[in-house]
């Protein structure tokens, strides 16, 4: 998409996708199991501690591939807004029943839990293109906090979605966070890099 071209409706346009995903997630309840079975560990950077998401209305359910990435060693982490603007902070992931909600009424580790910082992502999606663009909810809070923690060292960020939330293109505005890698219940993709 070039420089002048206009950015679309993006609410109009979430709308239209949210729809989409209620009747992909009906349609194939058991995604996360499925994509987990296809996430290729070799084919990952090293990391030690991934970030996940608590899955929120007809979000890929992440818990599958979340187990996995433990299996091989990983520590799990949950994100935590403090504030509505701000980036998220990650605490380590531990008793479900534990959680509380955040500053947006999302589940998630008590402020006892230990912050960490994750060097892979999972990140959840509302729609994503073949050049790694990622439509989320809308409120930046994944591309904010992805955003921060590029500035400060390497991390890899992998989309999970249902393939059927592929669309052709997705704007890019300046403050938008590449995806380095999709999962999806039929594969993994990795996005080439300028």
Do not use: N
């Not at 073949?130 to 989320?136: D, E, F, N, S």
């Amino acid at each position: 998409m070039t420089a002048e071209a206009p950015i679309p409706d993006k609410p109009a346009l979430r709308a239209t996708l949210r729809v989409r995903r209620r009747t992909l997630a009906a349609a194939c309840p058991d995604a996360g199991r499925r994509a987990a079975a296809l996430l290729p560990m070799e084919a990952l950077p090293a990391f030690k501690i991934v970030g996940g998401y608590h899955p929120i209305g007809a979000e890929l359910d992440p818990r599958p591939v979340l187990e996995a990435l433990a299996a091989a060693g990983a520590v799990i982490a949950l994100p935590v807004a403090t504030t509505a603007g701000a980036p998220l902070i990650f605490r380590a992931a531990g008793d479900p029943a534990a959680c509380i909600p955040d500053a947006l009424g999302i589940p998630a580790p008590p402020p006892t839990a230990v912050a960490l910082v994750p060097d892979l992502i999972l990140a959840p999606v509302l729609a994503f293109d073949a050049q790694g663009r990622r439509l989320g909810q809308g409120g930046g809070h994944f591309d904010r906090t992805i955003g921060a923690l590029r500035a400060r060292r390497p991390l890899f960020v992998i989309g999970l979605a249902f393939a059927g939330q592929e669309v052709d293109a997705l704007p890019a505005e300046p403050h938008d966070q590449p995806l380095d890698a999709i999962l999806t219940e039929i594969g993994y993709r990795r996005f080439a890099k300028d």
